[in-house]
């Protein structure tokens, strides 16, 4: 196979020419942070995924954070979620003083295992469970609220990876389906839409929606945004000693052109998954992504595993073998219970969490993203089934 000349990046996002004629009215408009767009983003985003309520946040970690804060998590309470996750996640918990207690996930969608839920909340009081819907594979919501339920615990949905993802007929945040107290979607650059860095709190309380307003935007009273307009009055008041997690216009006008191309870039994951599970689905030594009748993934990312039973070279091999072939793939992700600061302050060793540690070791992330060409993507699935059949034992 010739090897490409141009280095195919890990992600790239999907930027065309009705978001940068978006950015530049909003800079005419002269209003460039927090404003019109900002609220026109939250109803939108709101009304397509049947949200109730929406926070435009300039993150999901303050998505994250903020939730946690307004539903009273504070210092003594446990929060159970996975280690299996990116960073921002169990640093939140951190952040608001509360105990972290994580549970080991499932090897077969990397997702939080609700049996492992059930044994480390038995016989402590647990505030919050905070489930990762990992690679836009949603967890297993229906178990998870009974457990929620049953232990009186808030539920706050980490659903950065799963904008349009569906659990059992009903996308992730609708609240007719099976939904937390909150869920937390991301616009980071490498997202399925993005607003360049961003993020979206959906719920079905208003009350809690706009206390996160709030509290995202200094603490000062409800719709300050709207002092410099006509509408608006230049008298407010500090209700909370809040923070600068407030999403600024520019950002709103991409993400308001991405939400109307949101369902044609899904399919176009979708085609790209469909195309990578077909060609790599029966090469001897990985094994692709396990699908689920009641589950609609967002995909994305595409997760292969290396077997090194049957491969003569380990993860990471694999991943500077397809980088030597101009492609760029990546590990998704590091357990929390594996970096040093978590080892120092917990104490954590790879045994504790025996399920992460594995998949960790054994995982990679191959390009999936609308801008690919089928020539990329058959570019990639032809590399990897050359690198595995070459170091196959």
Avoid at 118 to 128: D, Q
Avoid at 228 to 247: C, F, L, R
Avoid at 327 to 341: C, D, E, N, Q, R
Wanted: glycine share 6%; with cysteine; charged share 25%.
């Amino acid at each position: 196979m010739i090897k490409r000349n141009k280095f195919l990046p890990f992600a790239l996002p999907a930027i065309e020419k009705e978001e940068i004629n978006s950015v530049v009215d909003t800079l005419k408009s002269g209003w460039l942070t927090t404003g019109p767009k900002t609220k026109l983003f939250e109803n939108n985003f709101c009304k397509q995924v049947n949200g109730g309520h929406a926070a435009a946040l300039n993150s999901a970690t303050a998505g994250l954070f903020l939730s946690l804060a307004a539903l009273g998590i504070k210092k003594g309470d446990n929060v159970i979620t996975t280690p299996y996750t990116f960073c921002a996640t169990y640093n939140v918990v951190l952040e608001n003083n509360a105990n972290l207690i994580f549970a080991d996930v499932k090897e077969d969608d990397y997702n939080i295992n609700p049996e492992e839920i059930e044994s480390k909340a038995n016989g402590k009081k647990i505030k919050a469970i905070i489930p990762v819907h990992f690679a836009g594979l949603p967890c297993d919501m229906q178990e998870i609220l009974k457990i929620a339920k049953k232990k009186k615990a808030y539920v706050i949905e980490d659903a950065a990876h799963a904008l349009s993802a569906e659990y059992k007929g009903r996308q992730i945040g609708d609240i007719s389906g099976y939904t937390g107290d909150a869920a937390v979607f991301s616009f980071y650059a490498t997202k399925n839409i993005t607003t360049g860095e961003g993020g979206m709190v959906t719920t079905r309380s208003k009350k809690l929606r706009d206390l996160i307003s709030v509290l995202g935007l200094h603490g000062i009273s409800k719709d300050a945004w709207k002092r410099y307009t006509s509408e608006g009055n230049w008298y407010y008041e500090v209700a909370y000693p809040g923070y600068k997690y407030n999403m600024t216009d520019i950002a709103a006008a991409i993400g308001l052109e991405q939400l109307k191309k949101d369902s044609r870039l899904l399919k176009r994951r979708e085609a790209i998954a469909s195309f990578y599970t077909k060609e790599l689905n029966l090469v001897d030594g990985i094994s692709v992504p396990f699908t689920f009748k009641d589950k609609r993934s967002a995909q994305h990312l595409f997760v292969l595993k290396i077997n090194e039973n049957i491969l003569k070279i380990d993860r990471s091999t694999f991943i500077e073998k397809l980088k030597e072939a101009n492609i760029g793939a990546s590990v998704h992700f590091i357990p929390a219970h594996l970096h040093p600061y978590y080892r120092k302050k917990f104490g954590f060793k790879p045994s504790d969490f025996p399920v992460a540690t594995k998949l960790y070791k054994q995982s990679l992330s191959l390009p999936i993203y609308p801008a690919m060409s089928d020539k990329d993507v058959s570019y990639v699935a032809a590399t990897v089934k050359e690198i595995a059949k070459k170091y196959k034992r």
